[in-house]
């Protein structure tokens, strides 16, 4: 009866633990989880791009690239874990492989509907002037792409946030290893404060990547005012590349 009492008067948060671990456990999950969770999102982006890049070029080409990123977003990330245990152990490497591979699935697509998003006439404009394919690429597609590319990358950053959690099941989770030691001790303030802390970096991951979006693309605005700083960057893009 004594113990009943006990924990049915645990107080949903310890204050006093999160004073003691701040600086400690929780600190250390919370460098873990940003590593496990950039890291996948940065090896994604490098892959994506050029992937992307040439199913937009060769459009025959993304029907399988999507249909084989889309099968390994259906994979379940406990799974891919145990099975990479087997060839990277208990390391980051088994964690951030799954994750930058489901990154793909978002990353491909964004990168394959900015390139198609960028209108006919600027690309007209910048072969008329004596554009190749990759100074076309990379000094007037790339650019105009960005809003878009953008979009994926918030959506596949969030999502990598929550799933790195999951890898607390095998011992390497960040901040998801609260939730396993306050189940284990039926203690609730480490599992309040994981998904505070998680929640929270999703959000200010968001809140960064939409300001750096506005930075590169500062024409980028609501109503008339946009449509016409859009235009106004778009022949800026083509003219800048002429001149050089």
């Given amino acids: 009866m004594t113990a009943v009492l006990a924990s049915e008067a ?5 204050w006093d ?3 003691r671990n701040l600086g400690d456990d929780i600190a250390e999950a919370l460098r873990e989880h940003l590593i496990l969770s950039f890291t996948p999102v940065l090896l994604g982006l490098v892959v994506a791009l050029p992937l992307g890049i040439a199913c937009a070029r060769w459009r025959r080409v993304y029907p399988a690239v999507l249909a084989a990123t889309s099968v390994l977003y259906a994979v379940p990330a406990i799974a891919l874990f145990v099975v990479l245990v087997a060839f990277t152990g208990l390391t980051y490497s088994t964690v951030i492989i799954p994750l930058a591979a489901y990154t793909l699935s978002v990353l491909v697509p ?15 404009a910048a ?4 554009f190749g394919p990759l100074r076309r690429l990379v000094r007037v597609e790339l650019p105009l792409a960005i809003p878009v590319v953008m979009a994926g ?3 596949a950053t969030v999502s990598n946030i929550s799933l790195v959690s999951v890898g607390s099941l095998i011992g390497i989770g960040g901040l998801g290893e609260l939730f396993t030691t306050g189940l284990k001790r ?3 303030t480490p599992i309040v404060v994981g ?3 998680i929640i929270a970096l999703a959000l200010v991951s968001d809140m960064l990547l939409l300001l750096i979006q506005r930075l590169l693309t500062p024409w980028e605005r609501a109503g008339s005012g946009g449509r016409k700083a859009r235009r106004a960057q778009e022949k800026t893009l083509v003219t800048a590349g002429g001149e050089r």
Wanted: net charge negative.
């Fill in 10 to 14: 645990e107080p949903l948060i310890r």
């Fill in 17 to 19: 633990w999160i004073e």
């Fill in 186 to 188: 039926d203690f609730p």
């Fill in 153 to 155: 990358l918030r959506v």
């Fill in 195 to 197: 998904i505070v802390a």
């Fill in 110 to 124: 964004s990168v394959v509907d900015g390139l198609h998003s960028v209108p006919a006439h600027v690309r007209q």
């Fill in 127 to 130: 072969v008329a002037m004596g």
